[in-house]
């Protein structure tokens, strides 16, 4: 497919993004997350320009966000820059900005740098926290999605761990030291699991004065934790999370936050300073699509092969898509790392098929397994119709997280801090910044 010569276009193009447009097929990737990496990476080969545009400069490994939340690992552990990644690649071009809308006529997007043209587009722009529109929980409680929210979130725990210190007036000391994770699903519980950790090795060592007063509490709207896991799962884990001094509430739907007591419907109240809430999210949004395309919660209606209903040569991968017609997930695919990057395999696989005249094939999800680690040596895993827990799902989370994360220095320190912790819980990363 040839690029547009349109002199106008290219001549705005070349001003702002700085990128020639030439004769190759150009597809753009806007979000440089999990999937819209896998995919840039699958088309290297290709003979394509790939031109990837995201708000940061860098690409973060999700499932290990809390860990930098409770003070367990660097931001720079789980980050590694999009730029030297993409090294070495001469068609690649990388252009950090916000993405505001699509142009379908122009087969163009707008940006904060300015119109970039496109022959594929593929959104991969994840999600954000859904706090279902309760503007006063959204102003007051910290959502843990992203690099900066965890690292927002450590300051802060820490900052009150500080204040508690030094407060006289016991009640007003308490609201410091209680900490109300809202949400039952993986992030809720191994952000849980993690506090109760810290409230267990490192409180004694660094705030003697504290032991024994510092309360986690998770709030859960269901009627079980980890929904979408087994119900042998889901009972191990809320046991484990007990073990670890975690009051676990679920039943409890969270009604407001003013920054100070947490409402509940029925009634009950807790006062606390620390509120998470990762209680849901919602795909990020993007003008230019037509309106039969959104579906529940943002995510954009595609079809079988992940492309955008109503919209030509755009897809949408991951968690902002919602594929229909899947009588597997009449519901759409759980927003998990793993749909995202088969559907972005997937998607590569069809954009080149389709320049070679070739018939695009469905994407079929693979589960392989959901997990979630609730501390040392205690985790629980389903693969297939294996369900187990403890020590065993423990050490494959930790492979299974290892081998996923990028850059052989991040995979060293991330292990050496794994093993450190193991032995004496003694990290450093305890910095207010």
């Known amino acids: 497919m040839m690029g547009n010569n349109d002199n106008g276009s290219i001549k705005s193009e070349t001003m702002r993004a700085n990128i020639e447009r030439g004769e190759r097929t150009r597809v753009v990737i806007v979000g440089c997350g999990l999937g819209g990496l896998k995919l840039a990476m699958s088309l290297r080969h290709s003979g394509?320009?790939?031109?990837?545009?995201?708000?940061?400069?860098y690409n973060q490994f999700p499932p290990l966000i809390y860990q930098v939340a409770s003070a367990g690992l660097e931001p720079s552990n789980i980050a590694f820059p999009i730029r030297r990644i993409f090294q070495g690649y001469p068609n690649y071009f990388f252009r950090m900005a916000d993405?505001?809308?699509?142009d379908e006529k122009e087969k163009?997007?707008?940006?904060?740098?300015?119109?970039?043209?496109?022959?594929?587009?593929v959104l991969g722009m994840g999600a954000e926290t859904n706090f279902f529109g309760n503007t006063q929980i959204e102003m007051n409680a910290f959502p843990m999605k992203t690099v900066t929210d965890a690292m927002a979130l450590r300051n802060h725990i820490l900052h009150n761990l500080e204040l508690a210190e030094t407060e006289s007036d016991a009640s007003k000391r308490q609201k410091y030291l209680n900490v109300v994770i809202v949400?039952?699903?993986?992030?809720?519980?191994?952000?849980a699991g993690a506090l109760a950790e810290m409230k267990k090795f490192v409180v004694p060592r660094d705030y003697p004065d504290l032991v024994g007063r510092m309360h986690i509490y998770l709030v859960n709207s269901g009627d079980r934790l980890l929904k979408a896991m087994d119900e042998k799962s889901s009972a191990t884990a809320e046991k484990e999370l007990a073990r670890k001094g975690v009051h676990v509430r679920n039943g409890w739907r969270v009604t407001d936050y003013d920054g100070r007591i947490v409402r509940m419907a029925n009634g009950e109240s807790i006062e606390s300073a620390n509120v998470i809430w990762v209680s849901?999210?919602?795909?990020n949004s993007i003008g230019g699509v037509p309106a039969k395309a959104v579906g529940h919660a943002g995510r954009l209606l595609c079809d079988r092969m992940n492309r955008v209903k109503g919209m030509t040569d755009v897809f949408a991968i991951g968690d902002q898509s919602l594929i229909e017609g899947d009588k597997d997930w009449p519901l759409g695919h759980p927003q998990l790392a793993q749909v995202a990057l088969q559907q972005a395999a997937n998607v590569a696989r069809n954009i080149l098929r389709k320049e070679h005249g070739k018939d695009m094939l469905p994407f079929v999800y693979r589960n392989l397994g959901t997990m979630a680690t609730i501390g040392r040596k205690a985790a629980v895993a389903?693969?297939?119709?294996?369900?187990?827990?403890?020590?065993?799902?423990?050490l494959l989370w930790l492979v299974v997280h290892l081998r996923s994360i990028l850059g052989v220095k991040n995979k060293f320190f991330v292990l050496l801090n794994w093993l450190w912790n193991y032995v004496n819980y003694k990290q450093s990363l305890r910095l207010i910044l």
């Open 48 to 57: 394509f320009q790939v031109v990837v545009v995201d708000k940061n400069n």
């Open 99 to 102: 993405v505001t809308a699509i």
């Open 108 to 121: 163009a997007i707008e940006t904060s740098i300015g119109t970039i043209h496109y022959d594929y587009l």
């Open 183 to 191: 949400g039952g699903g993986p992030s809720g519980v191994e952000i």
């Open 280 to 283: 849901g999210v919602k795909a």
């Open 382 to 394: 389903e693969i297939g119709h294996w369900k187990f827990g403890g020590l065993t799902a423990w």
